[in-house]
């Protein structure tokens, strides 16, 4: 996790299942009470199971309730996929590259 200004970055690298998922549900919760932008970037997610997207619906909510931009660097795409399947691809912003959130 880093910062710049007030936008908050967590970057998540390999599986985010049952196993790892606290651990980016705490980076997320710590970065949403600092920023007044979260970027969370997905570039390295080889899998996420049901948690790990639980988890992103979870910050996205708290960050609408709490005014925070929450901006989602897409992940591969067949972790991406799974945001398409349940919709969350057209409630988050979605970007390419951290640069453009």
């Known amino acids: 996790m880093s910062s710049a200004d007030s936008t908050e970055f967590v970057a998540v690298t390999g599986d985010v299942d049952l196993a790892t998922v606290d651990?980016?549900?705490a980076q997320l919760t710590s970065a949403l009470q600092r920023?007044?932008?979260?970027v969370l970037d997905l570039r390295e997610v080889s899998?996420?199971?049901t948690q790990g997207?639980?988890?992103v619906i979870e910050a996205e909510k708290s960050s609408s309730e709490s005014g925070?931009?929450?901006v989602v660097v897409r992940a591969?795409?067949?972790v991406h996929r799974l945001?398409?399947?349940i919709g969350l691809s057209d409630r988050?912003?979605?970007v390419d590259d951290p640069a453009a959130a």
């Open 92 to 94: 988050l912003t979605v």
């Open 35 to 38: 920023g007044e932008k979260v």
């Open 53 to 55: 997207l639980a988890a």
């Open 68 to 70: 925070t931009q929450f």
């Open 23 to 25: 651990v980016l549900r």
């Open 76 to 78: 591969p795409a067949t």
């Open 47 to 49: 899998f996420m199971d």
């Open 83 to 85: 945001f398409e399947m």
